[in-house]
């Protein structure tokens, strides 16, 4: 992604331009393996040694705080990060907890449950289908 337009989006949302920030978002915005924040340490690390794994954690809250990136939940303590934030749903292997992004229109376009307190604004969800990838259903079979 050009820098330009990393640039403009900190601007957008408040935040302050540093290279090693501009580094771990852009290795986000362009992997889509919802990587953990070791992963990203990992990569990053390789163009930047001399960042800490600190600086990633922090740096990751200060991002998802912004409302440049988001969390993805797969039910393990390692949180998992997207910096997709176009509508879309996830496909979550139990077995080897990798992330594959679903692009459906359909899903964008859910009716709203009943039973929702009253009051309640819904101004977003994400639909994950889990099961089992096809390396670990070949392992398991
Ligand atoms: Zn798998
Ligand atoms: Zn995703």
Redesign the pocket.
């Known amino acids: 992604m050009i820098t330009e337009t990393i640039q403009q989006r900190f601007k957008d949302h408040g935040l302050k331009n540093t290279p090693q920030r501009t580094a771990i978002y852009t290795a986000l915005v362009e992997t889509t393996s919802h990587p953990t924040a070791d992963d990203l340490y990992q990569l990053v690390s390789q163009d930047y040694p001399m960042i800490s794994q600190n600086t990633v954690y922090y740096t990751l809250g200060v991002l998802q705080k912004a409302g440049l990136i988001r969390e993805v939940n797969v039910g393990h303590d390692r949180a998992r990060y997207d910096g997709n934030l176009s509508p879309h749903h996830h496909l979550i ?1 139990t ?2 907890q ?1 992330i594959v992004d679903v692009m459906d229109e359909r899903l964008n376009e859910l009716s709203f449950p009943n039973g929702i307190p009253s009051g309640f604004t819904i101004t977003d969800y994400q639909v994950e289908f889990r099961g ?2 096809k ?2 259903r070949s392992k398991t079979a």
């Open positions: 292997c077995s080897c990798s089992y990838c390396a670990c």
